[in-house]
């Protein structure tokens, strides 16, 4: 599967941005989806996933109650709702993908994932 990440941008704190991650293929809806950050001079780390169900859904502490992940499988779309965005949001977000048989299994750890968009930019301004 390919995936296509897009909608990012510069925003001041306090302010929206949503992401979306298009992916080609007829078997989207068996892929469970994950979003990652990564700052400059940061490892990469985890955002949010979703099972491909899109019934259960697991945040970062650090994004958890500001963003929301979604799917709509009939676009082979994933969105990242971020809302109350802070400066410390501020990196490359990369969307991925795993097939998964169970649909309500989410991933957290970015090693499970076997595709990867390309990432979008996100900067929000103090």
């Known amino acids: 599967v390919q995936l296509q990440a897009s909608g990012g941008g510069l925003v001041q704190a306090g302010g929206s941005l949503r992401l979306s991650c298009a992916a080609s293929g007829r078997t989207f809806s068996r892929y469970a989806m994950g979003w990652f950050r990564q700052a400059p001079g940061k490892e990469r780390e985890f955002v949010a996933a979703?099972?491909?169900?899109?019934?259960?859904?697991y945040y970062a502490d650090s994004v958890k109650g500001r963003f929301t992940i979604s799917r709509d499988n009939a676009k082979n779309t994933v969105y990242l709702q971020m809302n109350s965005l802070k400066p410390e949001d501020t990196a490359v977000y990369y969307c991925?993908?795993?097939?998964?048989?169970?649909?309500?299994?989410?991933?957290?750890?970015?090693?499970?994932?076997?595709?990867w968009g390309q990432g979008t930019q996100v900067t929000v301004s103090s």
């Open positions: 991925a993908a795993v097939l998964k048989e169970g649909p309500t299994i989410v991933v957290v750890t970015s090693y499970r994932y076997d595709y």
């Open positions: 979703i099972s491909w169900s899109g019934g259960s859904t």
